[in-house]
């Protein structure tokens, strides 16, 4: 079954071994686009093409940030002291002891200093390596697999308010070609009343009709509610459809929008033009909803 999908999720993986512990950290929020942002510990950025590959192939929207954090286990985190430097830095200040400048020089103290004890991480086995990259993509995986959960429960929600709000346009739309059916005499009877009073003689019967037929063809809005009546059609195939949906949802709206505005700017009277307003306000909700969707 097809599912609509939001942007705003968040999911959390952990894997272990004898290396120690990845996690991998996934949120998203809303973004025209995809944006993938994927911040890696040192050591492990070999890995960013593929991380960046993933998120592609998971998500079509959205700021998409993924964080990997790596614990290495004790036993397997060694460490060295480079005695030559240890010797190197206190022959180096040996001369200021003997001026009584400086105390002599102690193990804690040459310990403390950079690169004096280092990590042999650079020398771990290919295994250690390839086992540490195997569980950081499966982590990844996991985590975008959370991540689609939970944006897929948004956009569960906001199908359910989508649905809604394309009804209500549809309503609307129907409200507006039942009253639009009686435009034609009511544009007649107006034309009439304002040259009774203007020409009190009256006015020719074919003037009259000419004149009322002139204005009933510039109100005419049936090509604006057909294609609304079409829209309709369309968002509903989409919101059924699901994912990816949001940049077509969009474009709908904004289709929606300029039928609204013509059908106001055609209304030959105040209950039609009500009925347009009505239209444009159900159409910014709906232009704001779909900004959420994927």
Same mark, same amino acid.
Do not use: W, Y
């Given at each position: 079954?097809?599912?609509?999908?939001?942007?705003?999720?968040?999911?959390?993986?952990?894997?272990?071994?004898?290396?120690?512990?990845?996690?991998?950290?996934?949120?998203?929020?809303?973004?025209?686009?995809?944006?993938?942002?994927?911040?890696?510990?040192?050591?492990?950025?070999?890995?960013?093409?593929?991380?960046?590959?993933?998120?592609?192939?998971?998500?079509?929207?959205?700021?998409?940030?993924?964080?990997?954090?790596?614990?290495?286990?004790?036993?397997?985190?060694?460490?060295?002291?480079?005695?030559?430097?240890?010797?190197?830095?206190?022959?180096?200040?040996?001369?200021?002891?003997?001026?009584?400048?400086?105390?002599?020089?102690?193990?804690?103290?040459?310990?403390?200093?950079?690169?004096?004890?280092?990590?042999?991480?650079?020398?771990?086995?290919?295994?250690?390596? *390839?086992?540490?990259?195997?569980?950081?993509?499966?982590?990844?995986?996991?985590?975008?697999?959370g991540l689609k959960d939970a944006r897929a429960e948004e956009?569960?929600?906001?199908?359910?308010?989508? *649905?809604?709000?394309?009804?209500?346009?549809?309503?609307?739309?129907?409200?507006?070609?039942?009253? *639009? $059916?009686?435009?034609?005499? $009511?544009? &007649?009877?107006?034309?009439?009343?304002?040259?009774?009073?203007?020409?009190?003689?009256?006015?020719?019967?074919?003037?009259?009709?000419?004149?009322?037929?002139?204005?009933?063809? &510039?109100?005419?809005?049936?090509?604006?509610?057909?294609?609304?009546?079409?829209?309709?059609?369309?968002?509903?195939?989409?919101?059924?459809?699901?994912?990816?949906?949001? &940049?077509?949802?969009?474009?709908?709206?904004?289709?929606?929008? &300029?039928?609204?505005?013509?059908?106001?700017?055609?209304?030959?009277?105040?209950?039609?033009?009500?009925?347009?307003?009505?239209?444009?306000?159900?159409?910014?909700?709906?232009?704001?909803?779909?900004?959420?969707?994927e």
């Amino acid at each position: 079954m097809a599912v609509l999908s939001g942007m705003t999720g968040f999911a959390r993986a952990e894997r272990s071994g004898e290396f120690g512990t990845v996690s991998v950290e996934a949120r998203s929020v809303n973004g025209k686009g995809l944006d993938a942002r994927v911040r890696l510990p040192q050591g492990l950025d070999r890995l960013e093409t593929e991380f960046r590959n993933r998120i592609k192939a998971a998500f079509t929207r959205g700021s998409v940030a993924v964080n990997l954090n790596f614990e290495r286990a004790d036993s397997a985190m060694g460490l060295q002291i480079d005695r030559d430097l240890m010797r190197r830095l206190a022959e180096a200040g040996r001369d200021l002891v003997e001026e009584g400048l400086a105390a002599p020089a102690r193990v804690d103290g040459l310990l403390s200093v950079r690169g004096v004890v280092r990590s042999d991480d650079g020398e771990q086995s290919d295994e250690i390596d *390839a086992a540490i990259d195997a569980a950081a993509l499966d982590a990844l995986d996991a985590a975008l697999d959370g991540l689609k959960d939970a944006r897929a429960e948004e956009g569960a929600a906001m199908g359910k308010v989508l *649905a809604a709000q394309v009804g209500e346009i549809e309503a609307l739309t129907k409200k507006a070609a039942s009253h *639009a $059916a009686s435009q034609p005499q $009511a544009i &007649r009877d107006r034309v009439k009343a304002k040259f009774d009073e203007l020409l009190p003689q009256g006015l020719d019967p074919d003037r009259l009709a000419q004149e009322a037929a002139a204005l009933a063809v &510039r109100a005419d809005v049936r090509e604006e509610l057909d294609r609304l009546d079409a829209h309709v059609e369309a968002a509903r195939a989409l919101l059924k459809a699901g994912s990816p949906a949001g &940049r077509k949802l969009d474009f709908l709206a904004q289709e929606f929008n &300029r039928e609204a505005n013509t059908l106001c700017s055609k209304a030959a009277d105040r209950a039609l033009t009500e009925i347009g307003l009505a239209l444009k306000h159900a159409v910014d909700q709906l232009r704001e909803q779909v900004q959420n969707v994927e």
